[in-house]
C-alpha cells in the first residue's frame, strides 16, 4: 500500500502592504427602501447648556455660602461670640455680707451667718441629660421635705424651658446643704451601678448645686424686734433699722464668671472673672440690752396680765437724747417670721397715734409757768363741774369744790382745773389757744420726733383756727391731740433738760468694713422754755410722785427723787373710729433734782383690773426707771425735796 505523505503546511508569506487604492473602501450603499426615501442619521445633542446650568447651580451655593461665612465670621462676629460665651461662661451673684447691728456696748442684736442658696441647672434635668423622663419630678420629691418647699413649686423651677440657673431655696444652713450632698452621692452611686450593668445610669440630682450665702440671725429671739426690724427674702430690709439703714448694712454684692461644663467650674479654663464683694458696714444703736431686756420683760407681763390691746415703754437718756430702750408687746421673733403676728410686726411705740391724757398736761403747765401767768402756789378753785363752749367737764372723780395750787392741779391732775389755768395764756380763748399751740409746737407734737425711722407717725395737732369748740378746752389736758410714745417720752426729757429738747437718736455710728468708726450727727437742740421753768416743773411733778394726794405714788424708788406723771385718756377704737376703752400711761424722769433718766409707758385698752395710767402703768416705770438707775450706777438722791402745796383753805 503506498504511503500517503502529509499534506504540506502553508506557511504564510510576509504580508504585503496594501496599496492606497486597496485602503479605500467603497461608501456604503444604502438600502433602498421599497416604502419610501431612507430617514436622517441621528444626532446627540450638546452637552454645554447643562454644564453652564450646574456650573451656575455650584457657583449660588458657593456665593451662598461665603456670604453666610462672611456674615457670621465678620458681620455677627460679635454677636456669636456672646451667645458662645453665655452658653460656655455662667455668672453668678456673690452676695456681699449684711453688717451686725450691735447694742451701745458692741453687743450683737442682729448678725449673719455662713449659709447656702440651693441652686440647679434645669438642661440637666430634661429627658437627654439626666436619662430619667421624669427627673424633675423625681428631684422635687427627693428635695421637697429637706428644703421645707412645695414638690410643685420645686418641680417647675427645674422645669424652666432654655434656663440654665435656678434658684430652689435661698440661704439655707450648712446642714440642709449637707443632707443634699449626701443624698447626691447616693444617687450618683447608683447611677454608677446602673451604667455598668448596662443600663442607662440616671441620676436624678446631678444638676442640683449650691452658692455660698449668708442667713440673717437675731440672737437675742424677739428682744428689741420692733426697733431691729427684719430681712426679707431678698436679704433686704423689711422693717425697722434693718429697712432705715439698708444701703449701710448691706454693702455692695459682687460677681463671678467662670467656664462651665456640664454645670460644673471648669478649673483650668481661661477668661474667668470675678468682682469681690464689699462688706456691709456694722451699726451701733444706742439701746442698752439689758435695759431693754427689763423693759420688753415689764411691759409684756402687765399687757398679758390687763388683757390689754397692746403696750410700749421708752427708756431715755435726758442728757443726750439717746434711746436706751424702746420695748413693744406684744413683739415677733424676727429668726421666725412664719409665726409672727402681721399686727406686732411693726414698732408700735413710733407708728401708733393715740391721744395722751393727763401725761400731756405738763405742756399746758409749762406754757402757763413760762408765759407768767401763774406760779406753782396760785390758787385754783376747781368745782365738780364745768360748762364750757357746748359741753360739761368733768374730772376723773366726783369731788367737792376742790381748793387748789397750781401744783395741786397737776398732783390731783384736774381736767378742770387744768382748763382754768389755760386760760390764763391770751385775753381771749383764741388768744390762748395760738399760744397753747406754739409750745406744742415747741415740744414737737404734730412733727417727726428726728428719727427717721420708717412708717414713724407725726401725731395729729391742727391749727389752732381749726380748733373745735370742745378741743379748745380739751388739748390742754390731753385729748383732742394725738402722738406716739416717742413724742411724749421726749416732752419729759425736753423738762429733765433744763428745757433744751434734744432730738431722740437711736443710732451711735457706724463702722465700716476698714474697721473705722464713724459717729451719728449729732442731734438737733432748741430750747422751748426757760431752765427756771423746767426746775419749777420738775418740782411740781415730784408732788405727783411724792405726796400723799399724788397720783403717782405707785412710781416711788427708795433712795430717789421721782418726777412723773400719769395719765387715763379716752383711746379711739381704730376699728370703730369712736371712743371705746382707755390709754393707761405715765411719763416721768429721775433723779428729780439731777435727772438722767426719762421714762415712758402707755398701755392701750386695758380690759381686765384698773385702767387708770397710775395703778398699772406706775408700778412698770418704778421698775424700769429702778433697774435702769442701778444699770447706770447712778447715784441716789442726796437731799430730800422741798415740798410745794397741794391745797389751800378758803380765805387764804
Known amino acids: 500500500m503506498p504511503r500517503k505523505e502529509p499534506p504540506r503546511r502553508r506557511v504564510p508569506g ?12 467603497p461608501p456604503p450603499r444604502r438600502p433602498r427602501s421599497a416604502r419610501g426615501p431612507a430617514p436622517a442619521p441621528l444626532r446627540l445633542g450638546s452637552p454645554r447648556p447643562r454644564l453652564r446650568l450646574v456650573s451656575l447651580g455650584l457657583t449660588l451655593v458657593m456665593l451662598a455660602f461665603v456670604v453666610r461665612l462672611l456674615q457670621v465670621q465678620a458681620v455677627d462676629a460679635d454677636a456669636y461670640a456672646a451667645k458662645a460665651e453665655k452658653n460656655r461662661y455662667l455668672s453668678h451673684k456673690l452676695a456681699a455680707e449684711r453688717g451686725e447691728i450691735t447694742d451701745r456696748a458692741g453687743i450683737a442684736l442682729a448678725t449673719s451667718v455662713d449659709a447656702y442658696d440651693i441652686t440647679a441647672d434645669p438642661k440637666m434635668f430634661t429627658p437627654q441629660d439626666s436619662k430619667a423622663p421624669d427627673a424633675p419630678e423625681q428631684a422635687a420629691e427627693l428635695l421637697g421635705p429637706i428644703l421645707g418647699k412645695d414638690a410643685a413649686e420645686l418641680t417647675r423651677k427645674l422645669k424652666t424651658p432654655r434656663s440654665r440657673y435656678a434658684v430652689l431655696a435661698r440661704r439655707q444652713t450648712p446642714q440642709v446643704w449637707n443632707q443634699i450632698k449626701d443624698l447626691k452621692g447616693v444617687y450618683a452611686e447608683k447611677a454608677s451601678a446602673d451604667k455598668r450593668a448596662g443600663g442607662p445610669g440616671a441620676n436624678v440630682l446631678a444638676g442640683v448645686f449650691q452658692e455660698p450665702s449668708s442667713k440673717r440671725v437675731y440672737p437675742n429671739g424677739d428682744l428689741a424686734a420692733g426697733i431691729l426690724g427684719y430681712v426679707n427674702a431678698e436679704n433686704r430690709g ?4 434693718e429697712s432705715m439703714l439698708d444701703k449701710t448694712l448691706a454693702g455692695q454684692d459682687g460677681q463671678i464668671t467662670y467656664a462651665q461644663s456640664g454645670g460644673r467650674r471648669v478649673p483650668t479654663a481661661g477668661g474667668s472673672r470675678e468682682v469681690p464683694a464689699v462688706a456691709g458696714s456694722d451699726v451701733e444703736l444706742t439701746i442698752d440690752r439689758d435695759i431693754q431686756w427689763a423693759a420688753q420683760k415689764a411691759i409684756s407681763k402687765q399687757v398679758a396680765k390687763s388683757k390689754a390691746d397692746r403696750g410700749y415703754v421708752i427708756v431715755q437718756s435726758t442728757r443726750t437724747g439717746e434711746v436706751l430702750a424702746m420695748a413693744n408687746a406684744p413683739g415677733f421673733d424676727p429668726n421666725d417670721l412664719g409665726q409672727a403676728n402681721a399686727t406686732a410686726m411693726g414698732n408700735a411705740a413710733l407708728q401708733d397715734a393715740y391721744e395722751p391724757g ?23 378753785v ?6 364750757r363752749g357746748d359741753r360739761l367737764f368733768k374730772d376723773d372723780i366726783d369731788h367737792p369744790t376742790w381748793y387748789l395750787t397750781l401744783n395741786g392741779v397737776l398732783a390731783k391732775s384736774s381736767n378742770i382745773g387744768t382748763i382754768l389755768a389755760a386760760g390764763q395764756l391770751g385775753r381771749t380763748q383764741a388768744q390762748a389757744n395760738r399760744v397753747l399751740h406754739s409750745y406744742l409746737r415747741a415740744f414737737g407734737i404734730g412733727r417727726p420726733t428726728g428719727l427717721g425711722y420708717p412708717g414713724e407717725t407725726p401725731g395729729i395737732l391742727a391749727t389752732p383756727q381749726k380748733w373745735s369748740t370742745s378741743q379748745q378746752y380739751t388739748i390742754p389736758f390731753g385729748q383732742g391731740l394725738s402722738l406716739n410714745a416717742m413724742q411724749a417720752a421726749s416732752v419729759y426729757s425736753t423738762i429733765a433738760n433744763g428745757g433744751v429738747r434734744i432730738e431722740p437718736t437711736l443710732i451711735r455710728g457706724s463702722r465700716g468694713p476698714d474697721g473705722r468708726f464713724t459717729a451719728a450727727p449729732a442731734p438737733k437742740k432748741s430750747r422751748v422754755v426757760s431752765e427756771k421753768t423746767a426746775k ?29 406723771k ?7 377704737d381704730p376699728d370703730l373710729g369712736r371712743y371705746k376703752g382707755y390709754t393707761a400711761s405715765f411719763a416721768g424722769f429721775a433723779p428729780a433734782d439731777n435727772p438722767e433718766i426719762t421714762v415712758y409707758c402707755a398701755i392701750q385698752n386695758p380690759t381686765r383690773g384698773s385702767y387708770f395710767g ?38 387764804d
Open 382 to 387: 376747781v368745782p365738780n363741774r364745768l360748762h
Open 614 to 651: 397710775g395703778q398699772i402703768c406706775g408700778p412698770i416705770y418704778q421698775q424700769v426707771m429702778e433697774f435702769s438707775l442701778k444699770t447706770l450706777k447712778i447715784a441716789p438722791t442726796g437731799k430730800a425735796p422741798a415740798r410745794l402745796p397741794v391745797s389751800f383753805q378758803p380765805g
Open 566 to 572: 400719769t395719765g387715763t385718756a379716752n383711746r379711739v
Open 14 to 25: 510576509p504580508a504585503r502592504r496594501p496599496s492606497a487604492q486597496s485602503t479605500r473602501r
Open 238 to 241: 423689711g422693717g425697722g433699722v
Open 358 to 380: 393727763s401725761t400731756a398736761k405738763v405742756m399746758a403747765m409749762a406754757a402757763v409757768l413760762e408765759e407768767k401767768a401763774a406760779t406753782p402756789g396760785t390758787h385754783v
Open 536 to 564: 419749777t416743773l420738775a418740782g411740781m411733778l415730784e408732788s405727783v410722785v411724792d405726796d400723799r394726794e399724788g397720783t403717782g405714788t405707785k412710781a416711788r424708788i427708795p433712795g430717789y427723787r421721782v418726777a412723773g
